[in-house]
T-cell receptor, first 115, second 118 residues
């Protein structure tokens, strides 16, 4: 079974500052993907960033980057130059590569960007 | 429309009633997924369709839950004899293909249906 743990239920950051959201996971799989999704109050799940487990290089998307530590099963998200529009729930998710492609999500971190 | 749509946006029902939740995936997407998101939790997988058939229904919590996708496009999630514990946001997602072994295909989520069972 796959489990995803987000130990920070709530976080806040000043506008323009940097914040890091934590995620750990447990799996016996070797081929998988890891994701961060953003869910604003509209409930729409929006893909922020994706990491393939076989790639050692950390993924980056503009102001968003990850620190992927495969041996430690850790996958943190760093948001630089935080903006008010970043305020949302953030979910870490795991996907096995070889079957069906369904997600296993963590419990989420509520991020508030303070003006 | 361009994205995944779900109807209704909100549904309030009484305990014991039957409900149907609808998902319209992105045109041409063969894979469709249903998730349930309870308050304060992340989405939990319910069922996955590849075309018209349910490829994996291991996440359905019990036999009160059923889903169909008769023409390989629109899907309906059906809940019989609703219970208060069924109250949640039900999310639908679609992707071009969910077949095992294929390279990753992004799942696109709908806005969900908030179900409240009184």
């Amino acid at each position: 079974a796959q489990t995803v743990t987000q130990s920070q239920p709530e976080m806040s950051v000043q506008e323009a500052e940097t914040v890091t959201l934590s995620c750990t996971y447990d799996t016996s799989e070797n081929n998988y993907y890891l994701f961060w999704y953003k869910q604003p109050p509209s409930r729409q799940m929006i893909l922020v960033i994706r990491q393939e487990a076989y790639k050692q290089q950390n993924a980056t998307e503009n102001r968003f980057s990850v620190n992927f530590q495969k041996a430690a099963k850790s996958f943190s998200l760093k948001i630089s130059d935080s903006q008010l529009g970043d305020t949302a729930m953030y979910f870490c998710a795991f996907m096995k590569r070889d079957t069906g492609n369904q997600f296993y999500f963590g419990t989420g971190t509520s991020l508030t960007v303070i003006p | 429309g361009a994205g995944v749509s779900q109807t209704p946006s909100n549904k309030v029902t009484e305990k014991g009633k039957y409900v149907e939740l609808r998902c319209d995936p992105i045109s041409g997407h063969t894979a469709l997924y249903w998730y349930r998101q309870s308050l304060g939790q992340g989405p939990e997988f319910l069922i996955y369709f590849q075309g018209t058939g349910a490829a994996d229904d291991s996440g359905l919590p019990n036999d009160r839950f059923f889903a169909v996708r008769p023409e390989g496009s629109v899907s309906t999630l059906k809940i019989q004899r609703t219970e208060r514990g069924d109250s949640a946001v039900y999310l639908c997602a679609s992707s071009p293909s969910g077949l095992a072994g294929h390279s990753y295909n992004e799942q696109f989520f709908g806005p969900g249906t908030r179900l409240t069972v009184l």
